[in-house]
């Protein structure tokens, strides 16, 4: 059964910073990886998804890697601002079964 | 893209009791996926819906507990029956189309069970 991990479970830094969320996965047999966004009240918003033949993916000030062979995955976020503050989370869609499988989310704040 | 309209968006239920929660697409799809997130919990999958077909539920969910209804290929429904304070998360509806594409949910609904 896909296991993901994602490090650190929160996360406050000022704003202006650059920072580094961590997903990792047990099983590299993978379709692709997402990176959500979730905000109170207002479901997951799909920040970047990775195919497993891709190594990264970029928009705006979000950078994601992917290094299916180590079941890596990291989301770079530059010049953090306080707007970013919300739950990121990773999921994984496994060759096996219909679910995408999540993380348990790395909550960030940015403060101003 | 896919925009996904879910509600209710939270409600307070009595022990006991079941919710119904409304998933409507703005585009016909051909499978919906409702997921649980439970308190400080990653989300689980609890089944996959196809119209015209009976839902596909994960380990540990039954259809008792959670009947999926899929009229059509752009709306589908998740009743938490016989509720428990344990049912109190957050349920959400998911879509990709085609499939192993990006995936787009609604905006959940908060389920508190007193």
Redesign the interface.
């Given at each position: 059964k896909q296991e993901?991990t994602q490090i650190p479970a929160a996360l406050s830094v000022p704003e202006g910073e650059n920072l580094v969320l961590n997903c990792s996965f047990t099983d590299s047999a993978i379709?692709?990886l997402?990176w959500?966004r979730q905000d109170p009240?207002?479901?997951?918003?799909?920040l970047l998804?990775i195919q497993s033949s891709q190594r990264e993916q970029t928009s705006g000030r979000l950078n994601a890697s992917l290094d299916k062979s180590s079941g890596r995955s990291t989301l770079y976020i530059a010049a953090s601002q306080p707007g970013d503050s919300a739950t990121y989370?990773c999921?994984v869609?496994s060759n096996s079964g219909?679910?995408?499988n999540?993380?348990?989310?790395t909550s960030l704040l940015v403060t101003p | 893209s896919a925009v996904i309209s879910q509600k209710p968006s939270r409600d307070i239920c009595q022990r006991g009791t079941s919710l119904t929660i409304q998933c409507q697409v703005d585009s016909q799809v051909t499978m919906m996926f409702w997921y649980r997130q439970q308190p400080g919990q990653s989300l689980t999958l609890i089944a996959t819906a196809n119209q015209g077909s009976e839902a596909t539920y994960e380990s540990g969910f039954v259809i008792d507990k959670f009947p999926i209804s899929r009229p059509n290929l752009t709306f589908s429904t998740l009743t938490v029956s016989n509720m428990s304070p344990e049912d109190s998360s957050i349920y959400l509806c998911s879509v990709e189309e085609p499939r192993n594409t990006e995936a787009f949910f609604g905006q959940g609904t908060r389920l508190t069970v007193v």
């Open positions: 993901v379709y692709n997402q959500f009240g207002k479901g997951l918003t799909s998804l989370l999921a869609a219909y679910a995408l999540f993380g348990k989310g | -």
